[in-house]
């Protein structure tokens, strides 16, 4: 069974600090694929990188990297130079090739602090 | 561009009662999903569809129906909509040629059963 775990409920960092939020992953199948979405107050899901699991670099979309630890199954987000705009729920996802579902973390509340 | 677009916004429905929520997609995607949100429990999957005619359940079914009669529409039925379905719905959809085939989400239907 596939299983996304963030251990962190919720982080407050100062503006302009870089940040990290954890994200383990447990799946038998040597094919998946690992998502980030960010969830501001307002609501929505918006996609911000994936990383799959050949792939030979870590994944990275402007200010955000996924670094990605295939042997410790960890797929944690990093923020640099954090914004107040970065103030949301982020979730981390993943999909098991062959699988319909994308499967969800419970979320990492994150505070940027002026 | 509308993306993915769900109606209602907002509900709240008296137990027993029935409703739709009605998810709509332009983008021609193959794949089409509902999700629920709940405080603490990121999103689970309810049910979802790999094409036009075709649905399949996902980790929490029970007191849903849906149905998907055109490819882009994919409507979420309560028959008898109890307090334990007060939540966020989700519905997104998916290309299953897009590299790393990552959803698109709607805004959501807030939904309270009393």
């Known amino acids: 069974a596939q299983k996304i775990t963030q251990t962190q409920p919720g982080m407050f960092v100062q503006e302009k600090e870089a940040v990290t939020l954890d994200c383990t992953y447990d799946t038998s199948d040597p094919s998946y694929g690992l998502f980030w979405y960010k969830q501001p107050s307002s609501g929505e899901m918006i996609f911000l990188i994936y990383?799959?699991?050949?792939?030979?670099q870590n994944a990275t979309e402007g200010r955000y990297s996924l670094n990605f630890q295939k042997a410790r199954k960890s797929a944690n987000l990093v923020i640099s130079a954090s914004q107040l705009g970065d103030s949301a729920m982020y979730f981390c996802a993943m999909r098991v090739r062959g699988a319909q579902k994308l499967v969800f973390g419970q979320g990492t509340r994150l505070t940027i602090n002026p | 561009n509308a993306g993915v677009t769900q109606t209602p916004k907002f509900r709240v429905l008296k137990t027993g009662q029935s409703m739709t929520l009605l998810c709509a997609q332009d983008m021609n995607h193959e794949y089409m999903y509902w999700y629920r949100q709940d405080p603490g429990m990121g999103l689970r999957l309810i049910h979802y569809?790999?094409?036009?005619?075709?649905?399949a359940k996902g980790e929490v079914p029970d007191g849903y129906n849906v149905s998907r009669l055109k490819k882009q529409n994919f409507l979420l039925g309560l028959e008898s909509a109890a307090p334990s379905q007060t939540s966020v719905y989700f519905c997104?959809?998916?290309?299953?040629?897009?590299?790393?085939?990552?959803?698109?989400f709607g805004s959501g239907t807030q939904l309270s059963v009393l």
């Open positions: 990383q799959g699991s050949y792939d030979q």
């Open positions: 997104a959809s998916s290309d299953r040629t897009a590299g790393g085939e990552k959803l698109f």
């Open positions: 569809s790999v094409g036009e005619g075709t649905t």
